[in-house]
């Protein structure tokens, strides 16, 4: 079942033509904690195929992104339909590897070419966000 909007952690716009422009292996695109769930709107995955690694992405587009990728499911990639003229819509919640994880484009030779970032996966919130943790649990 789809989690209600209220228990998503963090929202996240993703453009792939302008989130995944160049290889950097030693900067993140973002930073995540476990046990984080997290809402995407992904653009552009029409001629730039979203792959993740390790954490599926539940469609939880209303009516769904096109074709087979139905509201509900889950995918490691997701390409966004020539019909569908808005973001689709996706959440990954990060269960229990931390550390850190390739996104790429799902074509080999744009992902060849450097369109690919890294997220981090931390042990704890108190990581990414120190402010929040003092203010909210001291």
């Known amino acids: 079942s789809i989690v209600p909007d209220y228990l998503v ?6 453009t792939m033509d302008d989130d995944f422009l160049k290889w950097n292996p ?12 997290v809402e995407e709107s992904v653009v ?22 096109g074709e087979r990728f139905e509201e509900g499911e889950y995918f490691d990639t997701l390409v966004q339909q020539q019909e569908m003229n808005k973001p ?11 550390g850190r994880v390739i996104i790429h484009c799902h074509r080999f030779d744009h992902e060849d070419n450097g369109m690919m970032t890294v997220s ?13 943790y003092v203010t909210r649990f001291l």
Request: charged share 20%; proline share 5%.
């Open 88 to 98: 689709c819509r996706v959440r990954r919640k990060f269960f229990d590897f931390a």
């Open 26 to 37: 030693g900067q993140s695109i973002r930073s995540f904690a476990l046990g984080q769930l």
């Open 44 to 65: 552009l995955s029409e001629k730039h195929p979203y792959h993740a690694h390790i954490n599926r992405l539940q469609i939880v587009e209303p009516g769904g992104c």
């Open 120 to 132: 981090n996966f931390l042990q704890s919130w108190a990581i990414i966000n120190p402010i929040f």
């Open 9 to 14: 952690d963090e929202f996240w716009d993703v």
